[in-house]
């Protein structure tokens, strides 16, 4: 299971929604942001849970609008949210890290291009944190705990990586020489 199946039986398991209600609810909360959901996977997801009996649709007819479907969480879609909280939580899978693997082979582009790079990633990490914190200011006390210490785990993972980030430009405009020794570099057992 995905985590775009965690995320849409944990929205159908608060209350019952159609599909695009759900794409307005991940961007009413900004999980588009971290979660990175998108509205064809959603219906994808939909269709995917519905085949397993994970969820149940059912037609509503607003006004002039034509019929949508309305999809409601099951039991054994409860029994499954459940699960995949659990499994999500003791996750020790590591994403893919674009930005470390960019790290790792800095040598192959020019250092001014490189700052380049990192300075604009620090803007953007600046502006992240202000959000942030303005988000934490507006929101104490006024969400459930657990999306209030999402906020604040964004904010505080943002602080240590702009403290990271800036050790990383220094060192880049201070190494002499602009290329990578190899020998240098470790290696794991039974390699190299």
Same mark, same amino acid.
């Given at each position: #299971?995905? +985590?775009?199946?965690?995320?849409?039986?944990?929205?159908?398991?608060?209350?019952?929604? *159609?599909? *695009?209600?759900?794409?307005?609810?991940?961007?009413?909360? %900004? #999980?588009?942001?971290?979660?990175?959901?998108?509205?064809?996977?959603?219906?994808?997801?939909?269709?995917?849970?519905? /085949?397993?009996?994970?969820?149940?649709?059912? =037609? %509503?007819?607003?006004?002039?609008?034509? %019929?949508?479907?309305?999809?409601?969480?099951?039991?054994?879609?409860?029994? +499954?949210?459940?699960?995949?909280?659990?499994?999500?939580?003791?996750?020790?899978?590591?994403?893919?890290?674009?930005?470390?693997?960019?790290?790792?082979?800095?040598?192959?582009?020019?250092?001014?291009?490189?700052? $380049?790079?990192? &300075?604009?990633?620090? /803007?953007?990490?600046? =502006?992240?944190?202000?959000?942030?914190?303005?988000?934490? %200011?507006?929101?104490?006390? +006024?969400?459930?705990?657990?999306?209030? #210490?999402?906020?604040?785990?964004?904010? +505080?993972? #943002?602080?240590? /990586?702009?403290?990271?980030?800036?050790? &990383?430009? /220094?060192?880049?405009?201070?190494? $002499?020489?602009?290329?990578?020794?190899?020998? =240098?570099?470790?290696?794991?057992?039974?390699?190299?």
């Amino acid at each position: #299971m995905s +985590k775009n199946e965690i995320t849409v039986l944990g929205l159908l398991a608060e209350k019952p929604m *159609y599909g *695009y209600e759900i794409h307005q609810e991940i961007k009413r909360r %900004e #999980m588009d942001y971290w979660a990175k959901i998108k509205l064809p996977s959603i219906y994808n997801t939909l269709a995917r849970l519905e /085949e397993q009996n994970y969820i149940q649709a059912g =037609k %509503e007819k607003v006004g002039k609008m034509p %019929e949508r479907n309305v999809y409601s969480i099951t039991n054994s879609g409860h029994d +499954k949210l459940k699960e995949l909280v659990i499994d999500f939580l003791r996750d020790e899978d590591h994403p893919e890290w674009n930005f470390g693997v960019g790290v790792a082979f800095l040598f192959g582009a020019p250092r001014e291009m490189v700052l $380049d790079a990192l &300075l604009q990633r620090r /803007e953007s990490v600046n =502006k992240c944190l202000v959000d942030l914190q303005q988000e934490k %200011e507006d929101y104490r006390e +006024k969400i459930p705990f657990n999306w209030y #210490m999402l906020i604040e785990h964004g904010h +505080k993972h #943002m602080e240590l /990586e702009l403290e990271w980030l800036n050790t &990383l430009i /220094e060192k880049i405009k201070t190494v $002499d020489n602009w290329t990578v020794d190899f020998s =240098k570099i470790p290696c794991q057992e039974g390699g190299c």
